[in-house]
Structures are given as C-alpha cells and as structure tokens.
C-alpha cells in the first residue's frame, strides 16, 4: 500500500511541511505502507488553464505526477488555514483531476494547520468543494493541528507534551483508519460499476 501526502502551503518551509513530515513518520509504521509527498510550497503547479487539454508546455511534468497519484492507495491532504480558507494551491491541485482521474474513488484524510485553535473552516471547505469531480473520498474522520508551533517539532523538547500527546493519539487512529479504508476501496475500484463515461460529473 502507498500513501501521498500532499502539502498544501505555499510557503517553501512551512508549518504544514513540518506536520506532513510527522504524519510521514506515523505512516512509516505501518507494515507494508509506503509514502511520497508533494510539497506545494517547494514544487508549486502552474495555475489551471484550457492548456491542459492540449498538453501544453507548462503541463509537460503533469504525467510523472499522475503517475505517483495512480500509484497511490490512499492520499493525506495538508491544508492551512488562511483567513479561514484552504490555501490557493491546494485548490489549484484539486482542479486538475477530473472523473476517472487518480484521485477517483481513493479516500483521503483531511488535516488543518493552524497557528491558534482554528482549523475548522478548512475542513468544512474541503469536504464540501472540492471532491465532485473527481470523486476523492474524504474520511469522516480528520485532523486538526492547532498551536503548530507547539506540536510536530524535530526536538521534541520545543513541543507542548500535552498537544502533542492529544496529536499523536489522534493520528494513530486516523492513519489506521485512512488504511482500512484504503483497503476496502481498493476492492471497490475493483469491480465493474463505476462508469465515468456516462456519468462523468458529479451533481
């Protein structure tokens, strides 16, 4: 099984970089589990336009990415709350993958950063716009990093033991959970009832 984190900061050393890298090192203990991820922040996307269909020149890394998406069982999306929202290049990522695309009836985990006790907003944003088309399952379970500064550190000393034992408990138990759905959903994609080409975009 392999599951992409996807960092969805524009910042190149960002908070939700730090707290991907945790949640890289919790996937890393499950048996049989592999992990990549996509730092938005460090390797950014051109912004979607109609060249895309055309394969045009700014969309020539398109198909190595695609790749490590179809690679994938499962994905972690890292989204910080900016004034309430989901950052721009998050959304720009999501836009690129239609019906039928890597994305396509694979569940995802969703988890918020935020410097205070936000993170809400962020989930809310996610599971409601962002999934129609290209048919990504979130979780029903997600997770919110609230004071990152306190949390997710290399020295562990600079962390609040008692956030960061709330966080951890927390991301043991929805990484499990994101590779039990990982599994069964594997079975799903499986069979021969999805049909994209008739019913190509959600309602």
Not at 9 to 14: G, P, Q, Y
Request: contains cysteine; hydrophobic residues 45%.
């Amino acid at each position: 099984m392999r599951i992409g984190i996807i960092v969805g900061s524009h910042r190149k050393d960002s908070q939700s970089a730090k707290v991907g890298r945790y949640l890289a090192s919790v996937i890393e203990r499950r048996r049989g589990v592999s992990h990549w991820t996509l730092d938005l922040g460090k390797t950014p996307l051109p912004l979607w336009d109609e060249a895309l269909f055309s394969q045009g020149e700014q969309w020539s890394g398109l198909p190595a990415l695609k790749a490590q998406l179809d690679s994938s069982d499962a994905f972690v999306m890292i989204a910080p709350e900016w004034h309430g929202m989901v950052p721009a290049a998050l959304k720009n990522f999501l836009l690129l993958w239609g019906a039928g695309s890597a994305l396509s009836h694979k569940p995802a985990l969703p988890c918020a950063v935020s410097a205070s006790a936000g993170g809400a907003y962020v989930i809310a944003e996610l599971r409601m716009s962002s999934y129609k088309n290209n048919r990504l399952c979130w979780l029903p379970e997600n997770l919110i990093a609230r004071r990152v500064k306190a949390i997710c550190n290399e020295d562990a000393a600079v962390d609040d033991a008692a956030l960061q034992a709330e966080f951890s408990a927390r991301s043991e138990y929805a990484i499990d959970l994101l590779v039990a759905y990982a599994n069964a959903l594997r079975d799903v994609r499986a069979l021969d009832i999805i049909d994209h080409e008739t019913f190509m975009n959600g309602l």
